[in-house]
């Protein structure tokens, strides 16, 4: 009987952990659910380590941000701003990318001729909050600014992004000003500061069309992989359980 019940409990217990994988590639990589993409520190010409750097028109540093004063606020936060959340609901409303910017589709033509605007799917929404001095520097004519995010990017893999800063049109970010490190991590030049939008291809992050804002895969497998051992644990208790009682009925 003891046989029995271990061989059982072993079995329940492989069919769960092997479906682990399969139940968490069903869920879609949520932007409702994401932390903030992380902000890299970088250094400047002198070597001094900042989280932004904002250049004239002709390349030149204006000034460098130090990362404490660097926040990045995503759709999730409490703290998302009425413009973050609008931003949100014209990307969940829409059909498709090219319905809120048009411009995508040309940009994605410039990059390959593999994807189709039909692929593509937001991974990450937030927005750049910047000490007054700085966001005015930025302000200026021609002025832009580099932030490093570590996105756990493939150098090679298709990464695009667009900004909402009007609250009614979208624009691409110069796709010159997207560069992927060898590290995973990658540069990006803003000219404004608003909305930012990530775009990758649906492909790359296992997108379940029917599913609704959902919880990150990570944390599926550690509820899931949670469940497994209380039931593991569970089942165990009741076999040493049993056996006592067996035990002092004779069997």
Known sequence: MKKKLSALLLTAALVCVSAVPAFADNFTPSVTQKEAPKVVATKTADGTEVGAIIYDKDGNKVEGIPMDQIKVVPISSSEASDELKKANDEIKNAASLKDICPEVETTLAGITSDVKVEDLVVSDLFDVILPEEAQKKLEEDGNTITLKFDLGAKQG????????????????????????????????????????????????????????????TSDIN????????????????????????????GF
């Open 157 to 216: 893999e298709l990464l695009m992004s667009m900004v909402n800063c009007d609250g009614t049109k979208w624009e691409m970010v110069d796709q010159k000003g997207i560069n992927t490190n060898s590290d995973g991590t990658v540069d990006v030049t803003f000219d404004k500061f608003c909305p930012v939008a990530f775009i990758k291809d649906s492909a790359a992050v296992a997108v379940n069309p029917n599913g609704p804002a959902s919880p990150q």
């Open 222 to 249: 550690m509820t899931v992989v949670a469940a497994v051992a209380a039931m593991i644990l569970a089942g165990a208790c009741a076999a040493f359980v049993m056996t006592g009682k067996n035990r002092k009925a």
